[in-house]
């Protein structure tokens, strides 16, 4: 207790130097924490605006869809898998959809589109996708009507109350053709979205393509999406093969790897940034050495053991991590909690070049607790390593040169 007394005095005998140390390291836990919170909100935001708005977590197929995308590999879901779906309590929810490539015309303007049919009710409580309605109104169960997503309706000069043309080819190649007036336009936030498709209930998209009772897809959520992996393996486990079960991951290898490549990325720069850090409270540190070679000289001179003196030194840099860390994560905490709850959207100018990437012009913040958790290991491991510098400083220091100097 004595060793942690003089330690904590001596830091203050130069404040300004302790405090020089300190700002260092709040400054490091800060950027380094602001970085990572700035990249796992951007993450989790794209991951909700293509899983949660779309796809979902898990979906269950017929094992030729994934390849053929085609409607002829629908199936009709027995109860049978709906009863082993249901003994999930990890699952949420559960929605059925029925999608295939159609044609769409208005006049001269025609565009081909993936047309979904949905259950409104269920997929609303899933997606939430009546909230994106920029125009008109959402689908009510049964519905004619069909939902097209902004730049689709760009695309062919329609807005509500136009009637659109339908072509495509139905179930084992019967002719798939309708009218049907358009209820409403979609606007999401993600610009790939607003590309995407059209939307139709359900028993009108199986009249439409002739398929019955079949689905493409069940859709699932699961109450917690960290257990994504292990649902999946115990559907494989329980439905023994006979369906494929494709996590979110699989089915978006390509936003996968952009979040990779994009996780490496920031990896190198944090490193430099730590680097930086390091070398910063290094320098800080063997000033702080330089400055009291003499008295450290004398107090061993007098009798202090050396161990003991390394040590004294020692918790006196493992005290400026203490600080640092902690005075960066009081500071932080707030800014990033305020952040979180008010996203930066870009300028004009920004935001274009964004969207042009498909990504949203918003920078969105994450309070995940592994944000906070792992820059505060990072910067106080940085920290302990450095201290070793002075312990080994006073090992090796020859004692009548220190205390000449």
């Not at 929810?93 to 259950?119: M, P, Y």
């Not at 329609?158 to 495509?168: A, E, H, M, N, Y």
């Not at 913040?365 to 290991?377: A, D, H, N």
């Amino acid at each position: 207790m004595g060793e942690f007394k003089i330690a904590w005095r001596n830091l203050w005998r130069n404040r300004k130097r302790t405090l020089i140390t300190v700002m260092t390291v709040i400054m490091a836990v800060m950027l380094s924490t602001f970085m990572s919170s700035l990249q796992e909100g951007t993450y989790s935001r794209m991951i909700d605006n293509v899983v949660k708005f779309y796809s979902g977590y898990l979906q269950v197929l017929h094992t030729d869809f994934r390849k053929s995308r085609s409607i002829n590999d629908s199936f009709e879901p027995p109860d049978s898998l709906y009863e082993i779906i249901d003994n999930f309590e990890e699952i949420s929810q559960v929605v059925k959809r029925l999608e295939a490539f159609t044609l769409i015309s208005n006049g001269d303007n025609t565009r081909g589109c993936a047309l979904i049919g949905i259950d409104p009710e269920n997929e609303d409580r899933l997606t939430g996708l009546s909230r994106w309605i920029d125009e008109g109104y959402y689908l009510s169960p049964g519905d004619n009507g069909i939902l097209l997503a902004g730049n689709l309706a760009r695309n062919l000069n329609v807005k509500t109350g136009d009637t659109l043309i339908l072509i495509s080819q139905g179930y084992h190649g019967a002719t798939a053709a309708a009218l049907m007036p358009v209820r409403g336009i979609l606007i999401f936030p993600s610009p790939n979205l607003n590309s995407y498709g059209a939307y139709v209930d359900f028993r009108q998209a199986s009249y439409f393509f002739d398929t019955g009772e079949n689905i493409t897809s069940l859709v699932l959520m699961p109450k917690d999406y960290n257990q994504v992996e292990s649902i999946k393996q115990k559907l494989i486990e329980k439905l023994g093969g006979h369906y494929d079960i494709l996590s979110w991951e699989e089915m978006h290898p390509d936003l996968v790897s952009m979040i990779e490549g994009d996780r490496a990325a920031a990896a190198i720069l944090k490193g430099v940034l730590y680097l930086v850090v390091g070398f910063g409270i290094l320098g800080t540190i063997i000033m702080m050495m330089s400055e009291r070679k003499k008295e450290l000289g004398i107090m061993v001179a007098i009798g202090m053991r050396k161990i003991r003196l390394q040590r004294i030194l020692m918790y006196e840099t493992i005290f400026i991590g203490i600080l640092g860390v902690l005075t960066g994560f009081l500071i932080i905490f707030p800014v990033v909690a305020f952040m979180v709850n008010h996203p930066v959207p870009l300028p004009a100018g920004i935001a274009r070049a964004f969207e042009s990437f498909g990504l949203e012009p918003v920078y969105y913040f994450s309070m995940m607790s592994g944000v906070f958790v792992k820059q505060i290991i990072i910067i106080f491991a940085i920290t302990l390593v450095i201290a070793c510098y002075p312990f080994f400083n006073v090992l090796k220091m020859n004692i009548l040169r220190a205390i000449r100097g």
